[in-house]
């Protein structure tokens, strides 16, 4: 029998099983004889053709058949109508919408240090686009641990007076899901889904792939992650696995004592020259809403540090920016 083996046979065979097999197994499974030099003709060859690939002793994984992408039947004109935050209180903006495209299936990181605005801007971002998009709101910031609804939760929410958050029929405009891991198993296609925030202990590269695999589960919507961020560190936690999937990445930290600073960290599509860029704004009703924001730039006399050789900074107050509006 096994020399009468035909390649077709083994294809059918291998159909059956997992993507990632032992030779060993496979063959006592069908009852090949080991000493079948036709059976291991035809694993050489599948393995030149590109069809399995040999991984160790015995181990093998095959190849999936990819077809090629048409790249210019896309839709280059096609954009995420997503709004980005601003001020209701004083019509202050980041005026990002002006300088960053954001298109269906991106990822925006905001990575943030704790307490200095990255819930905010995440659920001012909720509120800005509760009645254009179908939205999804998951993390570990909104529900008890029994999954009882936070009256903190729904005080701040309350407090963001110029948001509707529920419909002619009482309905809510949002979907809140209790999630506290495994966000990506959660991904709604087509929706914007707003996690906040994934939090790990250890092991902090699984970020990597969590972003990764909630951007391939989003289709035609966006994913919004925020992450925690040490203070001082230059990226969230989990480092450069952070930033490798994004395609906006929002860095905030603390601004002085009262106020909060967020810098664009990257953006693979904007429309005007924006890395670097950094704008500085207060978190007020209880941590809420947004108000006060106005573009800032690095100190040309400390370049940021809020001190000089002499001391401490006079042109900055210590602060190490100053605002735009205020720089010759």
Do not use: G
């Given at each position: 029998m096994a020399d009468k083996?035909?390649?077709?046979?083994?294809?059918i065979w291998l159909d059956t099983e997992e993507d990632e097999f032992y030779i060993d197994k496979l063959r006592a499974k069908y009852q090949i004889?080991?000493?079948s030099d036709n059976f291991y003709k035809v694993i050489s060859r599948m393995c030149i053709d590109k069809k399995l690939k040999r991984l160790g002793r015995g181990l093998y994984r095959k190849i999936k058949p990819?077809?090629?992408v048409k790249w210019r039947e896309a839709d280059e004109t096609k954009y995420y109508d997503l709004r980005f935050p601003c001020s209701h209180k004083d019509n202050s903006s980041f005026y990002f919408n002006d300088l960053i495209n954001v298109s269906p299936g991106d990822l925006i990181v905001i990575g943030g240090v704790s307490n200095y605005g990255k819930t905010a801007l995440a659920l001012n971002i909720l509120g800005e686009n509760v009645d254009l998009h179908p939205c999804v709101l998951m993390g570990n910031e909104?529900?008890?641990l029994d999954n009882i609804p936070s009256p903190k939760f729904k005080r701040r929410m309350l407090k963001m007076d110029w948001v509707k958050w529920v419909d002619g029929n009482n309905n809510d405009k949002f979907l809140l899901l209790p999630v506290r891991n495994n966000f990506e198993d959660y991904i709604e296609k087509g929706k914007i889904n707003i996690i906040d925030w994934i939090n790990l202990t250890d092991?902090?590269?699984?970020i990597g792939q969590i972003l990764e695999d909630s951007k391939v589960s989003v289709g035609d919507g966006i994913v919004i992650a925020v992450l925690q961020?040490?203070?001082g560190a230059d990226l969230a936690r989990g480092k450069g696995f952070t930033r490798d999937m994004a395609d906006v990445y929002f860095k905030i930290d603390p601004y002085g004592q009262f106020e909060s600073r967020l810098t664009i960290d990257k953006v693979k599509?904007?429309?005007k020259?924006?890395?670097g860029r950094t704008w500085a704004f207060k978190i007020i009703d209880r941590g809420a809403n947004l108000s006060e924001i106005r573009e800032i730039e690095k100190c040309r006399k400390c370049w940021g540090k809020g001190y000089t050789k002499i001391g401490p900074c006079q042109s900055c107050h210590e602060r190490g920016y100053l605002d735009v509006s205020l720089v010759f």
């Open positions: 083996l035909t390649k077709s046979q083994i294809d004889d080991p000493a990819i077809k090629p909104y529900t008890t092991n902090f590269w699984k961020k040490e203070e599509d904007p429309q020259p924006v890395m």
